[in-house]
């Protein structure tokens, strides 16, 4: 099956989440999902990369609506020292490109962060799954963004497409 | 559709790369993928949090025969300072749930952190999509971890799936 980028959707109603300086040791991740389940908080993306110095820092993304409750979350996280910082950012919006295969194939992704960079946009959060790359940016740039990438994979910049990503 | 946890994989054959002190500007994330679609590496996941002041970090995982492509790559990279410091961990290895509306569904990914956690298995990276949560833990406790996940979903520790994660 030959890949194929099929679309590019893109979403503004996210706000992304990060916690800083969080230790890095068994059952810091599980003790924020939990209260953030507990708290019925769709987390529609999580990414946290390698640590280093046993400390690390996790990102996720949520609905825009629920940004008040996990921000009340944060200070708990705060208080029981889960994590140094708490930081909301309302205006980001996400990108991703979606299809076939697109993980496995080498260069897919880079076509998506070379167009965003000729455009001067900067890539916050990058995440992968084989059928899609997704990429966290402002918010202010996110149709500049969609025309880019729809240039790139489908040579016009006429065609959009909306809704979650 | 109501969410459910069809399966767990798991894999052993891979390499987790992470770029330090990364420019947080336009035109890096292209260069590095660029470099490693040019050298025909196939990037199981990319995983880059937001960002502190102007540096970041980029992970992503690779399959364990790309690793010495990868390291001569890391040295052109140090040379034309577009990372700090480039890590390559062959000890690893990424495990993942995976069943429908897996990420929308809060608590799904937190019951997975908590058992790894009653496991004592530190988690290194996360990394979800809609299908899926995936964790990179260190290789020599791959076993443990599928066994302690089994548990939590199925009941039983004796089913056991492998394969690409
Ligand atoms: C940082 C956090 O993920 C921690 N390593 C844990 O296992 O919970
Ligand atoms: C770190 C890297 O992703 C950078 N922000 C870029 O846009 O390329």
Not at 60 to 87: C, N, P, Q, S
Not at 115 to 126: G, Q, S, T, V
């Amino acid at each position: 099956e030959q890949a194929a980028v099929v679309g590019v959707t893109a979403d503004k109603k996210i706000a992304k989440v990060t916690l800083l300086d969080v230790h890095d040791e068994p059952g810091v991740a599980a003790k924020v999902f939990k209260d953030l389940a507990r708290a019925d908080v769709n987390v529609r993306l999580i990414i946290q990369a390698a640590a280093t110095h046993d400390r690390n820092r996790i990102t996720f993304v949520i609905d825009l609506d629920k940004a008040e409750t996990v921000r009340m979350l944060g200070l708990t996280w705060l208080k029981r020292k889960i994590a140094g910082e708490v930081l909301i950012d309302m205006d980001v919006a996400k990108i991703a490109i979606v299809g076939s295969r697109i993980a496995s194939t080498p260069g897919l992704g880079a076509r998506m962060f070379d167009a965003l960079a000729k455009h001067r946009i900067n890539i916050d959060c990058i995440s992968t799954s084989e059928m899609k790359v997704s990429c966290v940016i402002g918010g202010k740039q996110l149709d500049e963004a969609v025309r880019a990438i729809h240039e790139e994979f489908f040579g016009t910049s006429k065609r959009k497409t909306s809704g979650p990503a």
